[in-house]
């Protein structure tokens, strides 16, 4: 089993920045992609960023250029660095892991989750 909490939502105006943070207990993240969904009121989740155990990163469209994901492996601890932030960005923030080495895009394909943190931004 691996455990995924999520920390460092919040309020933030348009432009703003926050840094999202999940760390993961029980099991070692180093056969596991990891990503970052959202959800927003009334809307289905969806993929923000993922990246596989070597670094290699994936972006939604909407967030290109203005999110960077990044994992420390030693620390078993995944980032979302979320920069010109947009009243668009307001969503509950998860983390998943999906065992293997590709990260998809579908959160069907991942074994764990975390509880969410809320992130709002105002304009």
């Known amino acids: 089993q691996v455990q995924l909490v999520e920390s460092g939502g919040g309020l933030v105006q348009a432009g703003g920045s926050l840094r999202l943070s999940c760390a993961a207990s029980?099991?070692?993240?180093?056969?596991?992609?990891m990503a970052w969904f959202r959800q927003a009121p009334e809307k289905e989740r969806e993929f923000v960023a993922g990246?596989?155990?070597?670094?290699?990163?994936y972006y939604a469209d909407s967030v290109k250029g203005r999110f960077t994901i990044s994992r420390d492996n030693a620390k078993n601890t995944v980032y979302l660095q979320m920069n010109s932030l947009k009243p668009e960005d307001t969503a509950v923030y998860y983390c998943a892991a999906r065992a293997g080495v590709d990260v998809s895009t579908k959160g069907g394909y991942y074994n764990y989750w975390g509880q969410g943190t809320q992130v709002t931004v105002s304009s």
């Open positions: 029980g099991r070692t993240l180093s056969n596991y992609a």
């Open positions: 990246i596989r155990w070597s670094g290699i990163t």
